[in-house]
């Protein structure tokens, strides 16, 4: 983390690098920089004898002011921050450095917005940091949700006067008692964190400290009816990491351990039934949040290497903890007694990998890796008295421990025919274990194969075929859940399945102004075994980009996306063999183009200019004899995002921005209805956007 | 021809007897008429059926051409001989819209259509192929038909009604309905509501027809019956039928499948439990107003249903599950039987069939028994004695002796018959106990109770015996309108075969002023055919469901295979006792309880029988019935009365 700004300076580089991909698994095919045989090289002469180093102040800050319409706060997910009228925020790129190599730096970009980032890092690049960060994140979902209710603490409440009703319609004040709720989350995350660099050591901690605020959809339920409720979300996450390893040469060893904590400012939501409670006196309702808890992990790993050949090896524990005292199993009534006052949960996983590189003879290089993953619930099983949304007492259910354990082998090669031809292929197998699923293990066998061809210096081609046949024990469907399940139903995730996946990509890289690359991919998943279920997921799909450097100062790039995806499922309507059919076409279109003309007019004005148009379209047609689609299902963007920046001077700069973004989305869940629409379910109404909004501009900044 | 003359009998509003009795005549009289003469020779389809007792009719396919229906089919006797020629046939067409289809919940629903009709003229274009081979194009697009706009893909119904009346040549045709389930792209129809088959319905009611005996399938039934036929929507399918069983059920409501039995090759056929709706729950349980909330939460639609009322809980709720499991765990058997004076010592055994374990105490100690009686009853050969001993109630008395399961009692002040050493006698056995749901539970804590099935045990003079009184009906027969042992008379008695006749025997006297005597007696066999002919005062609302004279309903055969109506009598079979001293021989009395007329009398009079005469003469054997309508005779009963 914070290794952004980071002088690239001697030696230490390539440790650091081999660090990092020995913490982050993302391993190259055998030619790595990780397998690179430095043992002759004169690292000394690597040295960059033109990075001079300007000690000193140096960088910029600027202020900026612009107008924001946030009408609808959804467009804040574009802009930043869902503020409607004039924003102020501050931006900064600081640097101090002295002689000594000891260097100071303060970024921030859009301080001021829900999304503005800070960060303050001072140390010894390359020696030892220490960070100070400040982060800003926001979801913006609606500010159009219609309720009656008013949220108070764990409480939600309707107005004093409120009269029920069986059905939403026979509620005489609803309508006059509705108000607009907004639907967002906002979160800001605090850093804190140091590194030291040894000489044969790296040590490692930080800190973060993440607040959650905001609101989000909740569905209240009591027996069959439902009111969506706004539940207010206030809670905390902290996180602890420590890292130290240690290496030599062809060896690196190390420990790193991570604790988080959750904590919860609410201990329940609860709330008053709109309608006339079906049975008895069944006036509010309450549900359990999420519960603090937390979490322990530590992990060790060790890697060596020598000759061609590589070995890595991690072995990690974890356990995750809750205690958070129960609620009663209702709040409507005498409450059955409950076997124990809190849960005490506690789910155990193991992780467990090995790993192995080599290169057998010149131009052949194998792979070989075993996984190994264990969940273990640890909790106490007890029967637990259910009753129904608050309702009615329906017997006891015991907590079912989902105890799963994951088994992975993959054996793979590598072969370079000549300079331009290489091929890949391997084989994989995994075994998982489950308890109270349907399936006591699904096992998969999956092969690949992947050619390279370097056609010329400029074109570039590979293409990768992949199949594989997942199977498993006997289904036999639970009997734990309160509805039987149609003995013909099989669950996508357990269902027997064949999979190919082939994909074709074409690079076009010369050294010359215009590069361009295509992809194209289709994928098939057949559930071979399943009558009732997920039968069929065909998918298609392709990319174009170019790139287009006309000048030093002017490029222009465009791509263009589209997937589809094709599913079929089959239904019952008389718990035997499938008599209904579903069909779900999902189709997504994303195009983009952009130009950047820099250095005009005596080299004191950039321009830019970006447009991005995205559609995501879901159709769904349900046939039994007779076919009924649903409805809409889709969202469209239209986005300009257009700069203009002045050097008034050496020093001072002025920008424009502007943003400009029309979007409009539906679900046919809730497109065009009111808060009344459904009888049974008291809803936010109506939650699709259709809006056109601007962000308008201006930064002054300074350059130190 | 037979099926047509039936299905008139079963218009029982018009059951007088004096009409049966024509009836059968009538067919008589037809059995021995002509044959009909032979068709065209010559045509395709084979020779042309000589003789029709049944038609068949098989619907090949529906052609559909700019939305008008053309439907091909054949129609064959019972020996697959093309029937050629036929006079006159109805054609109804209706469309299905599938479960949930009108709104989340709903059950699926028929739309009708159209009823068209071919007899000297056509609603539509008929051809008679003269092969057995008939066409029908309907007169219009069904589009539109009724106000119903035709769905592509949605299953369809054509329904051919043929028969009632004649050939030409005059060979009566027996009233047939087919239908056929098409859809329009030629597929096989992807949905259906296949729920019940009439085979179901004619269990009680023989051979159910309506509308003039035109309609007598179900199929054919829900074409019409639906809410965009019918005006009043008491009258759509489910409810009216439902609510119609409401009063004078054989048998208990709340068992479904009592008439939604279950069928694996009726694809629909759990719906009564998979589809709740508040017009088909609605329809027995009528005391609940669901849109205005009375009787259950209010409910606007039938979407929510479902919610509570899941299948297991519907199936939970309406069934004999729990009784069944409770009635497993008790077992009440008689294990030694002999008389001692004018006294019965009997030794009773108690088991838990569950467990295999045999309850160790005696009843009195058992705290699970609510009722436990024993009565008894010697003298087989005479149909019984009068009744006279007291019956002993086993949770209220001690044992004289016993021990480990077994224990001993007596019944004293038998009414032994002439000659006891060689005559036999029965204990019938009743009883309750109390439960709370699936098991048995001591009385102090639970009021509900179970009725255990009554049971039976011939005894001689010296020890238990298998044989005893015949069997004339049995639990099974009267099971198949009643249910199995769930008709119960004064408090538990449900054993119809053999524990009722204990005291309903011929010493019962009828009232010898009555109209028709048979029904003022509570003699068995005088009492139950009256009560379900409907001519007991005391029971007016009794509708027979089915054909009365259809012996085989109720009774059922002996050792040999014969139903147990065939004449002559067993010797055992007493003469019917008057109340003023006078005697009905047996036969006559039995016959004359259905055929009351007084040509009837005379025609038994005349043949030997005895009305209101003294005992010497209504014993004196001098009834000639078998002569003709014994077995095997000219006029058998069971040949005249329409047994099936």
Not at chain 1, 637 to 646: D, L, P, T
């Amino acid at each position: 983390m914070f290794a952004s700004q980071r002088n690239i300076n001697t030696q230490l580089t390539l440790l650091a690098l081999a660090i990092g991909t020995s913490i982050s698994p993302a391993y190259a095919q055998g030619y790595g920089i990780q397998n690179a045989n430095r043992d002759k090289a004169n690292t000394e002469k690597w040295e960059c004898k033109r990075c001079t180093v300007n000690s000193g102040f140096s960088g910029s800050v600027g202020v900026g002011a612009a107008y924001n319409d946030a009408d609808d706060i959804h467009f804040g997910n574009t802009a930043g921050t869902d503020k409607d009228g004039v924003v102020g925020h501050l931006d900064a790129d600081l640097v101090n450095k002295a002689e000594s190599g000891y260097q100071t730096s303060f970024v921030a970009d859009k301080l001021g917005y829900d999304t503005g980032t800070a960060t303050l890092e001072t140390g010894r690049p390359g020696h030892y940091n220490i960070t100070l960060g400040y982060r800003g994140l926001a979801h913006y979902d609606t500010n159009d949700a219609l309720s009656p209710y008013v949220n108070n603490g764990d409480n939600q409440s309707l107005p004093s006067n409120w009269q029920t009703g069986a059905i939403t319609s026979q509620m005489p004040t609803l309508l006059e008692d509705v108000r607009n709720l907004e639907l967002k989350t906002e979160r800001e995350r605090f850093l804190l964190g140091g590194d030291y660099l040894g000489s044969f050591y790296r040590a490692e901690v930080n800190y973060q400290h993440e607040k959650r605020q905001g609101k989000r959809a909740f569905s209240g339920n009591i027996l069959t009816n439902s009111a969506m409720l706004a539940q207010p979300i206030d809670d905390t996450t902290d996180e602890f990491g420590a890292k130290i390893y240690f290496n030599g040469k062809g060896w690196l060893i190390g420990v790193d351990s991570s604790f988080s904590q959750y904590k919860n400012d609410h201990d329940a939501i609860s709330w008053q039934n709109a309608f006339t409670p079906t049975f008895g006196a069944a006036y509010s309702g309450q549900s359990a949040v999420s519960p603090d808890n937390k979490a322990y992990r530590i992990g060790a790993n060790a890697q060596l290497s020598g000759n061609g050949h590589q070995v890595l090896m991690h072995l990690g524990v974890a356990s995750f903890t809750q205690d958070d005292a129960f609620l009663p199993a209702t709040i409507n009534g005498l409450s059955p007694a409950l076997p124990t006052t809190s849960l005490d949960g506690k789910v155990d996983t193991t992780e467990m990998k090995l790993k192995y590189n080599g290169r057998i003879v010149r131009g052949l290089s194998v792979r070989a890796s075993y996984d190994y993953s264990d969940r273990d619930n640890k909790t106490t099983l007890n029967p637990y008295p259910q009753v129904i949304t608050d309702s009615y007492y329906a017997g006891t259910a015991i907590n079912p421990e989902y105890d799963r354990t994951k088994q992975q082998a993959k054996l793979a090669a590598k072969y370079r025919i000549n300079r331009a031809i290489y091929l890949n292929a391997g084989y994989q197998y995994d075994h998982n274990d489950y308890s109270d699923l349907d399936r006591d293990s699904l096992k998969q066998n999956s092969v690949f194969a992947k050619v390279n061809y370097s056609i010329t210096s400029s074109w570039s081609a590979w293409l990768k075929a992949e199949f594989s046949d997942r199977s498993g024990s006997t289904y036999k469907a639970v009997t734990t859940t309160n509805s039987q399940s149609n003995p013909y139903l099989r669950k996508s995730y357990l269902a027997d399945r064949e999979r190919q996946k082939y994909q074709l990509s074409i690079n076009f890289n010369p050294e010359s102004a215009l590069s361009a690359s295509a992809n194209v991919h289709v994928s098939s998943d057949d559930y071979d075994d399943t009558l009732v279920g997920l039968t069929q997921v065909d998918t298609q799909g392709y990319d174009i980009s170019a790139n287009y450097l006309l000048s030093d100062d002017l490029s222009i790039n465009a791509y263009l996306n589209q997937d589809w995806r094709d599913s079929d499922q089959a239904g019952s309507s008389n718990f035997g063999l499938p008599n209904w059919f579903v069909n779900t076409d999902e189709k997504s279109t994303v195009i983009g183009a952009g130009v950047d003309y820099l250095h005009l007019l005596d080299k004191k004005l950039d321009l830019g200019l970006d447009y991005t148009y995205s559609d995501g379209q879901s159709d769904t047609e349900i046939t039994q004899g007779l076919t009924s689609p649903y409805g809409d299902y889709f969202a469209k963007r239209h986005n300009i995002n257009a700069f203009a920046q002045y050097h008034l001077n050496e020093k001072m700069a002025l920008r424009f921005d502007w943003i400009f973004e029309n979007y409009q989305d539906s679900d046919w869940l809730n497109q065009g209805t009111s808060v009344d629409t459904i009888p049974n379910v008291l809803t936010f109404g109506d939650l699709s956007h259709d809006y056109s909004a601007h962000y308008v501009g201006l930064t002054f900044s300074y350059q130190l | 021809m037979k099926r047509a003359t039936l299905a008139h009998l079963a218009n029982r509003a018009l059951a007088s007897k004096k009409i049966i009795l024509l009836a059968i005549i009538a067919m008589l009289a037809a059995c021995s008429g002509d044959d009909g003469t032979s068709g065209n020779p010559g045509e395709p389809g084979g020779p042309p059926a000589s003789e029709i007792n049944a038609l068949n009719i098989a619907i090949n396919e529906v052609l559909f051409e700019a939305g008008i229906a053309t439907v091909n089919y054949r129609i064959t006797n019972e020996s697959d001989e093309p029937v050629v020629g036929i006079p006159s046939a109805t054609y109804l067409a209706a469309q299905l819209l599938p479960q949930g289809f009108t709104n989340a919940g709903n059950a699926s629903e028929w739309q009708y259509f159209t009823s068209e009709s071919c007899s000297s003229s056509c609603d539509g274009e008929f051809v008679d192929h003269k092969n057995g081979q008939y066409s029908y194009t309907f007169s219009a697009a069904f589009d539109g038909l009724n106000d119903i706009a035709f769905m592509p893909g949605a299953t369809q119904r054509v329904v051919i009604k043929v028969g009632g009346d004649a050939l030409p040549d005059g060979t009566d045709l027996p009233v047939t309905n087919q239908h056929y389930d098409w859809q329009d792209n030629g597929s096989a129809p992807a949905y259906t509501r296949n729920l019940i088959e009439m085979q179901t319905c004619n269990t009680c009611h023989n051979d159910l027809a309506f509308h003039g005996s035109k309609y007598n399938e179900v199929e054919t039934c829900v074409t019409c019956h639906n809410a965009d036929k019918v005006s009043n929507p008491d009258n759509v399918f489910a409810p009216m039928v439902h609510s119609k069983h409401l009063t004078g059920f054989p048998v208990s409501l709340a068992d479904c499948q009592t008439c939604h039995v279950a069928d694996e090759t009726l694809t629909e056929n759990m719906n009564w439990a998979r589809v709740p709706t508040m017009a088909a729950c609605g329809s027995c349980h009528t005391n609940i107003d669901f849109p205005s909330g009375q009787g259950h939460p209010a409910q606007v639609d039938n979407s929510n249903c479902v919610a509570c009322h899941n299948p297991d809980w519907t199936m939970s709720a309406h069934s004999q599950a729990d009784t069944d499991a409770v009635l497993g765990q008790f077992n009440v058997e008689v294990v030694s039987a002999k008389l001692n004076g004018d006294a019965v010592d009997f030794s009773v055994r108690l088991s838990n069939p569950a467990t295999n374990e045999v309850y160790s105490d005696s009843a009195d100690k058992l705290d699970f028994i609510d009722d436990l009686r024993v009565y008894a009853n010697f003298g087989i050969s005479v149909d019984y004695t009068t009744r006279s001993a007291k019956s002993i109630k086993l949770q209220d008395v001690e044992p004289i002796s016993g021990s480990n399961g077994i224990y001993h009692y007596q019944i004293a002040g038998l009414t032994l018959s002439d000659d006891p050493a060689t005559d036999k006698g029965s204990l019938a056995l009743q009883g309750k106990l109390c439960s709370n749901d699936a098991m048995l539970a001591n009385c102090a804590d639970s009021d509900v109770t179970t009725t255990i099935k009554s049971s039976y045990q011939f005894f001689s003079a010296t020890e238990v015996t298998e044989q005893g009184r015949r069997m004339v009906v049995s639990n099974e027969t009267c099971g198949s309108c009643h249910g199995d042992q769930q008709l119960n008379y004064h408090g538990s008695r449900n054993d119809l075969e053999q524990q009722c006749q204990l005291c309903h025997n011929p010493n019962m006297q009828a009232d010898a002023s009555a109209v028709n005597p048979a029904a003022s007696t509570a003699d068995y066999k005088h009492l139950a055919h009256t009560l379900h002919a409907g001519s007991r005062e005391s029971y007016p609302d009794i509708n027979y469901p089915g054909n009365i004279g259809n012996c085989a309903q109720c009774h059922t055969t002996d050792d040999t295979g014969v139903l147990t109506v065939a004449l002559p009598l067993s010797p055992t079979v007493q003469p019917l006792a008057f109340n003023d001293g006078s005697f009905t021989s047996a036969t006559s009395a039995i016959c004359s309880a259905c055929h009351l007329s007084d040509s009837a009398k005379a025609h038994m009079t005349q043949q030997g029988g005895v009305f209101n005469g003294t005992e010497a003469d209504a014993t004196a054997g001098t009834e000639s019935c078998a002569t003709c309508h014994g077995q095997g005779a000219s006029a058998d009963v069971l040949k005249v009365h329409p047994i099936k």
